[in-house]
């Protein structure tokens, strides 16, 4: 069997047909609570499962694969992206134990409604602002990748220009996602996640048939004894971008801020019955999602390993290296597969991004908990889901001009300074008592982040070598924290 680009489009459809069968199935008699929360009775292990897929993306199925490739001086080289995921599971137990019981205490439907309940007006729709920001340039990131894969494998072969590409990929998503919301993602998710685990663990086994090792297992047993499974770097100090301290509190940090303080994430933990159901489903999800990534990082060994075996040149941007490999050198079904996982994975994170967008402007912005249901309501909700489906394919096309570099490095620099003041805000709330100036914490959110790249960009000369790297959002919370205390006690 020869894989064509028609073979490939004739699979994408059959994906969204499954997609648009559960969509059917999933939001009959649905209204706003629905799309919002689900109703607040989904079972917290079908929470937990979906879960992976949404956190995993299309991102970390071709991003961290192909970063074990990189040299020492890049970041996430060899296994050190472990060290961030092992910051991630602490992070994890911080959500679910100080952030969930604040977001069920205050029984919200947007977590941002308790920055409002804690500081005021501004304050709220600053935190629920930056969220929207955050989520779209996350959310566009993780497309983008989708629709250059689609593109340089499928659609170029029908002369489609990459414009056409960026509108149908999330335009996709709205269509299954515009009436059922959260009720159909979850159930959407959970059968993404499969997908995509089932094309890591086909690419792995083909790989060790193809270089002729006896079990799979036994080949996994030799990666982690190989050049490659080098997890911890101490060496070089803080000026490493993949020294351990600074790997493993940016996973702490980047779970607190970019789950914990996300609204696309807690959206899905809202949905449980009980904030005991909800912790259940975090600490399940965590102890998961260390596996699944331990798969990937083998995989990315496995993937280098096989192109060293053959000789094979491969691409100079990391990110290419498994798609170039399953399409031209791995067995003919590995391609179909790979584009199976690609699309499972990117879609199954984009999905809800577009929902929680969309819950969060209507809840946030547009005080729809103040409103009684309507079609009127209904109405507005489907045409800001449609406005946010068109933001994203305009991002995805500017993305499209100006990518340079490991897409998973570039979204984990930019949560930096988008989520920053999110976990600053948060954390000054939690942690002091006492009113704020709410009035000035909208110029905060701006102030803390433009000083912050200003120090990323020269720390290397004022500090001696140190680079910030992913502690960029630790720094961009502890200055909004710091200018909320100042101007707080000024305005006294």
Known sequence: ????????????????????????????????????????NAPWLLVAFGMIGTSISGVTFVSVPGAVGNPPEVANANFSYLQLVLGNLVGYFVVAAVLLPLYYKNNVVSIYQYLENRFGFYTYKSGAGMFIVSRVIGAAFRLYLMALVLQTFVLD??????????????????????????????????IQTVLFLSALLFTLSDISNLLGKDSMSHFIGEIWDGPYAKVFHF?????????FLKQFLAGLLTVIAMVGLDQDLMQKNLTCKSLKDAQKNVFTFSAIILLVNILFLTLGAALYIYAQNKGIILPTKSDQVYPFLAFNHLSTSIGIIFMIGIVACSYSAADSALTSLTTSFCVDFLDFQKVEESPKKHKTR??????????????????HYLNSESIVNQIFKIAGYTYGPLLGIFAYGIIFKGKVADRYVPYICIVAPIITYIIDKNSVEWFGGFTLGFLNLALNALLTMLMIWVVSIWKK
């Open 382 to 399: 489907t045409l800001i889901h449609l406005g946010f489906t068109v933001l994203l394919a305009l991002v995805i096309m500017i993305f």
């Open 157 to 190: 072969s029908f002369g489609i220009p990459f414009e056409v590409t960026a509108i149908l990929v999330p335009a996709l998503i709205w269509v299954y996602t515009f009436k059922g919301g959260t009720k159909t993602v979850l159930w959407t998710d959970t």
């Open 235 to 243: 060496d070089h100090g803080w000026s490493s971008p993949n020294y």
């Open 1 to 40: 069997m020869v894989i064509t680009p028609t073979l490939l489009v004739g699979i994408i459809v059959i994906h969204f047909a499954l997609l648009m069968g559960i969509a059917w199935l999933t939001s009959r008699n649905s209204d706003n609570s629905s799309f919002f929360v689900a109703n607040r």
